[in-house]
């Protein structure tokens, strides 16, 4: 049987690995809902950075700039890190060029995994159906905050646990502890979450619409999957 | 406010800056039990070690020697890790150099903290009234398994965030998710883990009646404390 497993932090990830996984990449607080709403709405391709200066030069290959630090936009690039930001009519058929303080991380070292995908709760049920009909077992690869474990991303780790119950084995304790927090939250998360450190960050930069939409799942059918360094839709 | 962190994993504490904290590390199977049990059953003091040949070299020195690999009685050791073992008569007044697959190692890793002392639900109301005095903000130090989260170790981090709620802060997200998996699981810890990576390894071992005691709040007041490199009572 397939199994799925849960990195809690990327300063897990070199327990983890994943030549032969499907990984999932979230980080709900913002940049995995960016990325899936911005591709939902016909951006044409996102490029993940880890490093800042990097993604600053792409504004020289017509990509948009994309991305936040510390939560809040970085100084000269197009964008911020709000999935509101990436409706807009102008961005379709676009490409952008993106890094944040953890999402992007995250993708930079899950390199060398058979399959990289990005999952938040707008495409929950999207990426919980993909999962089912994959061949490979899956590992979630939750954000955190520099390193520090987070509830969001561990309940939406939890989430697709709990989906995929009769389909995919747990790995290990990870799965399970994500999975039965996440049952404990489900019915009302933005009130789950209201003490957690990230949306009380957040909700400092008055961004209380972005958190309540990011938590929203099944916006979107969307599934961002990396291929050639580049974010498109699977 | 004094505040409480949760390091989930001997792996991350790099994140965590202790020499102006009060470490509390926990090996609930069965480590940190097992220390327990042996000072309250008067044994004079216990010198944890990471590496087993270290400790194996200290019965030329007067030491008994103990501990497990891979939940494994080392051979040629004196004492395995059950905590059963640790309350024989002749033990009394006797020295125990100790090496364990993840408990001891957690110990080696929070060196350099203010003060180190020895967690487990056999001593969890001592422990917690402890901390309540001590002047120090605190971080809990979970053994895990080879790196990887487990859920005894989150449980009882989660029970020092609850039992100290209305004196210590938590400092982040890992201590509420503990908190809050603490409390979904107090009423019976044993059933709550039976799905548990490591309680399925144990059971495998045949060591069930370890689990229930390592479960069993409450037994000793002892605190082992780590002073000039041995355990000994607060």
Request: charged fraction near 25%.
């Amino acid at each position: 049987m397939k199994t799925i497993d849960v990195c809690l932090s990327p300063d897990l990830m070199h327990l983890y690995p994943v030549n032969d996984r499907t990984v999932v990449v979230v980080d709900i607080l913002r940049a995995t809902s960016c990325m899936v709403t911005a591709l939902a709405h016909g951006v044409q391709s996102i490029r993940p950075f880890a490093n800042l200066e990097e993604c600053r030069a792409m504004k020289s290959k017509n990509y948009f700039t994309a991305g936040e630090r510390n939560g809040e936009k970085v100084e000269g690039f197009d964008f911020g890190n709000s999935p509101f930001e990436y409706m807009a009519d102008n961005l379709k058929g676009e490409k952008i060029a993106f890094t944040t303080t953890n999402g992007t991380q995250a993708i930079a070292k899950s390199q060398g995994a058979k399959e990289i995908i990005i999952g938040s709760f707008l495409n929950l049920s999207a990426v919980t159906e993909y999962l089912k009909k994959g061949e490979d077992s899956v590992l979630v690869v939750c954000a955190a905050w520099k390193g520090k474990v987070n509830l969001e991303d561990t309940l939406f780790a939890g989430a697709l646990v709990e989906n995929l119950k009769n389909h995919v084995e747990p790995d290990c304790d990870a799965p399970l502890a994500a999975q039965r927090l996440y049952n404990l939250a489900k019915k009302d998360m933005v009130d789950f979450l209201k003490d957690s450190s990230h949306v009380k960050r957040l909700n400092r930069l008055n961004i209380h619409k972005d958190i309540e939409f990011c938590l929203t799942p099944d916006q979107y059918q969307t599934i961002p999957k990396l291929v050639d360094g580049e974010l498109v839709r699977a």
